[in-house]
């Protein structure tokens, strides 16, 4: 379960009290923040790890689909048959635009809502195609083939792309970590040497000045890694 508003907050503050009871301030306020950032975090994780799935699903229901109506069903009936062979989390997507359109909504209205919840491109592109097709006229089974080749040469592209960044992204995690490993191996091996660093301001100060500097590099490798396509 993610962590929302005011809950989120009380949850940093429990942290940060444990911390501070237990440890020092800057631990307490280390803990803090780290207690703030990683739900958020893990529910960017999640919704990463659900589009990445959607999105390969999505381009094998678009085959589907543009089958079935080349086989003669109409787009409503091709609907059907695509939930019923593709699996979660796609099908129950599928499903829900399934309902509006049996409530009278347009194909591509139902479909653009979904694509303005979930904020996919391939949706809005679809539902452009659904769009246009109604009001033009066209070969919808040949369009949907059309953006089906599109989007596996899009996906393609994205994997090659990560797989060349992921070098340098395993270079930026090393090279952040590295410090706090450094200084969490001092604190085992020497814990005198290394406690005046986080019980005197100048070393809150050094500590402070650290952590930005590690933001500031991880904001700069992740702008050189990151390729806008």
Known sequence: MILKGRSLILFSFVFFGIFLAVFNPFFAILAGIISY???????????????????????????????????????????????????????????????????????????????EKRRLEELFLLSSALAITKDAGGNLAEVLKNICSGLRDRLLLEKQIEVLTAQGKLSGLIV??????????????????????????????????????????????????????
């Open 37 to 115: 950032i990683l739900p958020a975090y893990l529910k960017h994780r999640k919704e990463k790890a659900f589009k990445e799935t959607f999105r390969e699903q999505l381009i094998d229901a678009v085959e589907l689909i543009a089958g079935a109506l080349k086989s003669g069903m109409t787009f409503q009936q091709a609907l059907v048959y695509v939930i019923a062979e593709t699996k979660e989390p796609i099908s129950s997507e599928l499903k829900s635009v399934m309902e509006k359109v049996m409530l009278g909504v347009g194909a591509d209205k139902a479909l653009f809502e979904l694509a």
């Open 176 to 229: 952040g970590g590295l410090p706090f490993a450094i200084l969490i191996l001092m604190y085992l091996v020497d814990k005198e040497l290394i406690l005046p660093m986080f019980n005197s301001f100048a070393g809150w100060i050094l500590l402070g000045g650290a952590l930005l500097l590690e933001l500031t590099g991880a904001l700069f490798i992740r702008k050189i890694v990151q390729i806008d396509y």
